[in-house]
């Protein structure tokens, strides 16, 4: 086997991982969307609280400036702000909705599929990566928790890159 068909086949492989991944994040992202559209009850004091306090990190930064990124950095006293805050680009992009604000699990979905496929990789090869993001896409609890605004599937994403 020559040399440019060694790089070719490589190639060809990474982009069809990555073209799988990416499948799995949209496969998640669409069931979520359809069953957000069609769920009108929102069970429990967390995922309002958690919500509310996103439209509030939303509101301190109108508008957007160093003065009013610090009061978001800072204003809540127990809570890190990471989670409530990438929310709000979504809220600029399609409307102050939770529908809205709970499609930012996807961007967390997508960190964490990449990086349990790293691990996986890293210890079995690329099937064994992409066997392993499929498990955990599937996982009943990270399935169901990609649904709400809770802070658990954000910290699940920002976990994994770490054991990667």
Do not use: C, Q
């Not at 429990?44 to 950095?73: C, E, M, N, Q």
């Amino acid at each position: 086997m020559n040399m440019h068909r060694w790089f070719e086949d490589r190639r060809m492989t990474r982009i069809a991982t990555l073209g799988v991944l990416l499948a799995l994040v949209v496969f998640h992202a669409v069931n979520n969307w359809l069953w957000l559209r069609t769920n009108v009850t929102i069970l429990g004091w967390d995922v309002p609280s958690h919500l509310g306090t996103s439209f509030i990190y939303d509101t301190i930064l109108r508008p957007l400036g160093p003065k009013t990124l610090f009061t978001a950095i800072t204003w809540h006293p127990n809570r890190p702000p990471l989670y409530f805050l990438s929310a709000v680009p979504l809220y600029r992009l399609f409307g102050l909705s939770s529908d809205v604000g709970t499609m930012v699990n996807v961007l967390y979905l997508g960190i964490l599929f990449g990086s349990v496929y790293g691990i996986g990789r890293r210890l079995g090869g690329r099937r064994v990566g992409l066997l392993a993001a499929f498990v955990v896409g599937t996982l009943p609890m990270i399935y169901a928790m990609s649904r709400y605004f809770y802070l658990e599937l954000a910290l699940t994403a920002i976990v994994a890159p770490v054991s990667y």
